[in-house]
């Protein structure tokens, strides 16, 4: 009699339930979210004029597209769970896998939290921590449910953004066009704007992150990652050819919510929906981005990276539960005690030099290929050019890391590594 499947799975694996759509769909998700709404006030100030706001935005992308490409086809070879974190391991060295995987967990977290605050301060300003509280509780419920129940939630979420951008950018072209200032463009202010706009983009890596999940995942991934990074450059694009044409750079400078400001100019009773948009795009790619830094979690926790505790599956939903809960819980305590206004500046660092180490990795598969060259010399050069504070905070969680890395290093040795520990 055949084994069951279940029987064949080993420790701790988990189930493949997505195929190409759902993948879609989560990459959609994550990359539609609070950017858009929001990372187009710092973009313009870096970035001083029109040209140079459009420059920056196409530079955002060719990382993205390099980043993206790179990811795919490392994750078409290693469809694991924790991303980068496998592949620098696999294709690097361990300290390479490590760093990445630190710099998620922590860059993303801190995003995370973030995220939770900025859904509060939309939709219940005055109590906005207490909104962020409840809103990553209930996520991290529907994530413990299964990846399914994460995939429905998302599509909803991405659903209703896509429609409230397609309103406010219809209602923002029936207004007056603002007239441009022609500004100075600073070419080291174009890769800070780069930078701000390149948050926005950062999604994409959660559909390789849930790469033990895929069905099909060497088909399904590269796909689904194209796609979606396709059709979310589609709406920036759009988005931010309308803001700058209706607002000018001037007057998005000094926004703090510019879409906001694009309906404002064109159908004034649009305001509220924008607000509620907002909310529903920071919830949708806080729903995914818990359930990628559990997995990436899990994946640290696999090798002994990070507790071996954090390695348990659910029977029932297929997910590792005890990583989802463990983010959650620090997120939480995030939300709850600190202010985290200058927390996506060194989460932006993070995940540049995350998409770093995957460059890095994918130009071991194929050295003459200049994709990944290109994308490991962006995100340098990118992440570099933040705001010092950033820098600076950025390298202090990879100096943290360093330490923990050579604590779990004395305390396991080799069984640190792939395949030796749990």
Not at 45 to 53: D, I, N, Q, R, Y
Request: overall charge positive.
């Amino acid at each position: 009699m055949p084994a069951q499947p279940s029987q064949n799975r080993p420790p701790h694996a988990l189930q493949r339930h997505l195929g190409l759509p759902s993948a879609i769909v989560i990459g959609l998700a994550s990359m539609l979210g609070a950017g858009v709404f929001s990372v187009w006030g710092p973009a313009a100030e870096a970035a001083g004029s029109a040209p140079a706001l459009l420059t920056a935005l196409a530079v955002a992308g060719l990382i993205a597209y390099c980043n993206a490409r790179s990811s795919a086809r490392l994750a078409a070879i290693y469809p694991q769970a924790g991303g980068t974190y496998v592949y620098g391991t696999e294709r690097l060295h361990p300290t390479a896998g490590f760093a990445a995987g630190w710099g998620f967990l922590v860059g993303k977290t801190a995003s995370a939290a973030a995220m939770a605050l900025t859904l509060g301060h939309y939709l219940m300003p005055d109590h906005p921590r207490a909104l962020g509280v409840a809103a990553v509780v209930a996520f991290c419920a529907i994530n413990l449910l299964g990846v399914k129940k994460t995939v429905v939630a998302s599509a909803g979420f991405t659903s209703i953004t896509i429609a409230v951008l397609i309103a406010v950018v219809i209602a923002g072209l029936t207004g007056p066009a603002a007239v441009q200032s022609p500004g100075e463009a600073d070419p080291w202010g174009v890769l800070t704007a780069a930078g701000f706009i390149f948050f926005a983009f950062a999604g994409y890596a959660r559909i390789a992150t849930l790469g033990e999940e895929v069905k099909r995942p060497e088909w399904t991934i590269p796909r689904a990652i194209g796609i979606a990074l396709a059709v979310t450059l589609v709406i920036y694009a759009v988005v931010a050819f309308t803001v700058i044409s209706v607002l000018g750079v001037g007057t998005l400078t000094g926004s703090s919510a510019p879409l906001a400001d694009l309906a404002a100019a064109g159908a004034p009773a649009l305001e509220p929906l924008v607000a509620i948009g907002a909310g529903i795009a920071v919830a949708g790619v806080l729903l995914s981005l818990l359930a990628g830094i559990g997995r990436t979690a899990l994946a640290m926790a696999r090798d002994r990276r990070l507790p071996g505790g954090l390695t348990a599956v659910s029977e029932r939903f297929g997910v590792p539960w005890a990583a989802e809960l463990a983010a959650s819980s620090v997120v939480l305590a995030i939300v709850a005690t600190l202010d985290l206004a200058g927390a996506i500046g060194f989460s932006s660092f993070c995940v540049l030099v995350y998409y770093a180490i995957a460059n890095t990795s994918a130009i071991t598969l194929d050295l003459r290929a200049p994709l990944p060259w290109i994308g490991v010399a962006g995100c340098v050069v990118v992440a570099a050019s933040l705001p010092v504070a950033s820098v600076v905070g950025g390298l202090a969680v990879f100096a943290v890391g360093a330490v923990w890395y050579a604590v779990s290093e004395r305390a396991y040795g080799d069984r640190g590594r792939p395949g030796a520990g749990g």
